[in-house]
């Protein structure tokens, strides 16, 4: 039998780190982070960037998000760090998880300390450990390098609050044309861009970073219509598990307890007219005759038998989505899809299942946060 809370609790592998500056040595000595205008490599990964970008310092990578949820690829929190114990204090504005002394109750100052994580008030701004600058936003942005070797993610850390906009921005222009992000091909770059200077009020270059889609828009408007190619890790049980549910901090573990989707009958098949999908054992009814075939270079209806895992999902998402609502399965996908399961093409039913799924995931956050 599993271990709750441990058997069921995965990571997304972690191939290395990006920085986007250098460490140098001032005259008194002490050593300071100096921004740079590429993408700064390690040692083990400069030989594969030089082969694969052209040079060792790029500006820009292909890269591809492998979830839908940005709390889990770019995840974003008031941060403060200890050099030997890594992050300390992680807040929202709302609420904080702290490492404190046993002793003392504050947040731990001694690397030999007794402590223990606890639920704060997270002030933001206003918190002295913010306004002492131990304190700051922090973007963990993770991505794939699908050009590069290995299957896992990549990480680049920003306290840059125009690269915070930035992304965030990208990733919403990305999803209202195409209607998801998770598995697109993307570039991330560093740019110049012109900001205030909240020290002195001038203006002044920064290189802040982008995450643009790749290609024009009638490509991307073309990609839209094509079926997700989904980002799986492997469970036992069920054969996949949607890496949409796993929730990984800057260290590559995980950050929290994200509520995970009931467990989905082996082989679930809708059909229209029927109250319920049939068993494994039943024979998926014959296509009626006397069908119009498609139009040249129409796409074709799902295939019921050969798409059966594709409605099933459709049907199981459906399901929830229409006792939430209060509405029959089938009124449902009339009034806020147009679909019918008899003509649902196949890429229409991976968008919707795709929309569904994340609103059945939200939900469920949403929930756990309400207890």
């Known amino acids: 039998m599993p271990i709750k809370g441990l058997s069921d609790t995965l990571r997304l592998p972690r191939l290395g780190k990006i920085h986007l500056g250098v460490k140098q040595i001032s005259q008194g000595g002490k050593e300071f982070p100096k921004a740079t205008d590429y993408f700064v490599f390690g040692e083990d990964a400069r030989a594969d960037a030089k082969r694969i970008c052209g040079t060792e310092k790029p500006n820009k990578l292909q890269v591809i998000v492998p979830v839908e949820d940005e709390t889990i690829f770019a995840s974003q929190f008031y941060r403060a760090y200890s050099l030997t114990r890594g992050c300390i ?56 390098l699908p050009d590069f070797p290995g299957l896992g993610v990549w990480q ?59 290609g024009s828009l009638g490509q991307l408007l073309q990609a839209a219509k094509a079926p997700l190619a989904r980002f799986m890790l492997p469970s036992p049980e069920t054969g996949a598990v949607d890496a949409e549910v796993i929730s990984v901090d800057e260290d590559g573990v995980i950050d929290e307890d994200v509520p995970s989707e009931p467990e989905k009958p082996d082989s679930v098949t809708a059909w229209k007219g029927t109250s319920k999908p049939p068993t494994s054992t039943e024979t998926p009814p014959a296509e009626p005759k006397g069908q119009q075939p498609q139009s040249a270079g129409a796409e074709p209806a799902v295939s019921r038998p050969a798409l059966a895992g594709n409605l099933g999902e459709l049907h199981y998402y459906a399901q929830w989505a229409a006792k939430r609502d209060g509405l029959a399965e089938t009124e449902y996908l009339a009034k806020n899809w147009a679909v019918d399961f008899s003509d649902v093409t196949q890429s229409r039913a991976d968008q919707i299942v795709e929309n569904l799924k994340h609103e059945f995931v939200m939900s469920k956050q949403k929930a756990k946060g309400a207890k």
């Open 89 to 144: 204090c992680r807040g929202d504005g709302e609420t904080a998880s702290q490492v404190q002394d046993v002793a003392t109750h504050q947040i731990v100052a001694s690397p030999t300390a007794k402590t223990e994580r606890v639920q704060i008030v997270c002030p933001g701004k206003e918190c002295p450990l913010y306004q002492a600058k131990k304190c700051s936003e922090v973007m963990c942005l993770q991505f794939m």
């Open 156 to 214: 680049i850390d920003t306290g840059s609050i125009n690269s915070i906009l930035n992304i965030n921005s990208d990733v919403a222009m990305v999803r209202s044309v195409i209607g998801h992000v998770a598995m697109v091909p993307l570039t991330l770059s560093l740019e110049p861009q012109e900001v205030i200077s909240p020290e002195d009020g001038k203006k002044k270059k920064v290189m802040c970073l982008h995450l643009r889609a790749s």
